[in-house]
Every structure is written in structure tokens, then in C-alpha cells.
């Protein structure tokens, strides 16, 4: 138990489907992020938040779009999404942005079809 | 950019033989390195980090010099365990400004086999 939730843990969702991913951690800290795993390519940072406020967003498709309603949650909104986007979405928290270590969920994994 | 190569799995060893999964960094600045663990259906879990250039990072075994001269943060441990098996995640951060940006490697696979 990493102190990170993630729900739900699969997702299978058609091309034109809305869904969201949703994440909370209770552990106090102050950044939440997004990641992308997909096989045989390095972890990919999707979005950070510090304190409620995003810092970072690395060129992300508009088709993903994050919320951060207060420190402790943090959701991943999805609409037409494309095969492609299949992968595990992993969510962690780090008390401050980076350098510190980071607490990942278990992560969803998300199958587009 | 700042970069990390891992060397590619998987890497399949005999319970108690020795471990080493090799990473070698580029970064601007000095970063501080670190060694993600993520077992079956799990997330990524810290198993050990080090700030600065000879510093050894340490835990259940597993160990981690950072060398500076030749930008490397190889991972070793001296006997593993079938419990081991699970996906290694070389990772680096540097920024300024109040910020760290995080770059992680592709990760390697370990298999121990009893």
C-alpha cells in the first residue's frame, strides 16, 4: 500500500467514449502527476500539479485533459481517444514537485478499441 | 535533454547469482539519481537514490554508486532472490526554479528462476 489510489484499475473504452481516470492520495503531499507506461518506451510524464495549479504539461494531446480539484485528487478526463493511447496510466505524488520521492497507484490500464 | 538508457531486458538469472542492470545518464546539471522497483500489477516503488557525484544509494540489498566520470548508476545486488523478479526503473532529476522535472529510463525486466 503506497498511500496512492487509483480507480479503476481497467478500462475499456471505445473510440468515441468519455470516461476519467481518478486518483487520491490522503498521504499529504503537494504534487500529483501523470504518467504513461507503454511497452519498451520510458515512462512518460503526462501533467504535473503543484498545489492545485499545473506546471508542467509536456505537449499532451488535447483529447487528454486533467483536473485537479484540491490537493489530494487528481483526475485524467479522456475523449476520443485513439488505439494508440492504450497503455497504463500511472498516477504518483511527491511531497514537492520532483527531486523528492515520488508514491505511484497501481495505475489503470487502458485498452481503446 | 536530460536522458537515461538502461540496458534492455529481460534479464533472466538463477536464484542467488549476482545482479547487475547498467544505467548511464546525460544531464546538463547534477542530478540526483534514482532506482524505481514496480512488481507484477503494481505501481513503481523507490527502492534507493543518491544526490551527489560517489554517493551510494542503498536498500534490501541493492546497491548504487553514482559516478559522475562516467555518468553511470549501475544497479547490483550480490545474490538475488526470486522475490526480486519485477521491472527496474533508472530515473533522474534536475531543474531549477523550485521545480525538478523527472526522466525515467525504459525499464528492465529481472527474472529469477528458483
Known amino acids: 500500500e503506497t498511500g496512492v489510489t487509483q480507480t479503476p484499475r481497467h478500462l475499456v473504452m471505445g473510440m468515441t467514449n468519455k470516461k476519467s481516470l481518478k486518483c487520491e492520495q490522503h498521504?499529504?503531499?503537494?504534487?500529483m502527476y501523470w504518467y504513461k507506461q507503454s511497452a519498451k518506451k520510458p515512462l512518460e510524464l503526462m501533467f504535473v500539479?503543484?498545489?492545485?495549479?499545473?506546471?508542467e504539461n509536456n505537449s499532451v494531446p488535447s483529447r487528454f485533459s486533467p483536473e485537479c480539484p484540491n490537493s489530494s485528487h487528481l483526475f485524467l478526463h479522456l475523449h476520443t481517444l485513439q488505439p494508440e493511447d492504450s497503455a497504463l496510466y500511472l498516477c504518483?505524488?511527491?511531497?514537492?514537485?520532483?527531486?523528492?520521492?515520488?508514491?505511484f497507484g497501481q495505475g489503470t490500464r487502458l485498452t481503446v478499441v | 535533454g536530460d536522458s537515461v538508457t538502461q540496458m534492455e531486458g529481460p534479464v533472466t538469472l538463477s536464484e542467488e547469482a549476482f545482479l547487475t542492470i547498467n544505467c548511464t545518464y546525460t544531464?546538463?546539471?547534477?542530478?540526483?539519481l534514482f532506482w524505481y522497483v514496480q512488481y507484477p500489477g503494481e505501481g513503481l516503488q523507490l527502492l534507493l537514490k543518491?544526490?551527489?557525484?560517489?554517493d551510494k544509494g542503498s536498500n534490501k540489498g541493492f546497491e548504487a554508486t553514482y559516478r559522475k566520470e562516467t555518468t553511470s548508476f549501475h544497479l547490483e545486488k550480490g545474490s538475488v532472490q526470486v522475490s526480486d523478479s519485477a521491472v527496474y526503473f533508472c530515473?533522474?532529476?534536475?531543474?531549477?526554479?523550485?521545480?525538478?522535472?523527472?526522466?525515467f529510463g525504459t525499464g528492465t525486466k529481472l527474472q529469477v528462476i528458483p
Open positions: 543518491a544526490t551527489k557525484a560517489d
Open positions: 498521504l499529504g503531499h503537494n504534487a
Open positions: 504518483a505524488s511527491s511531497l514537492e514537485p520532483g527531486g523528492t520521492e515520488a508514491f
Open positions: 500539479y503543484s498545489l492545485e495549479e499545473r506546471v
Open positions: 544531464a546538463t546539471g547534477y542530478p540526483s
Open positions: 530515473a533522474l532529476s534536475e531543474g531549477s526554479g523550485g521545480y525538478q522535472k523527472v526522466t
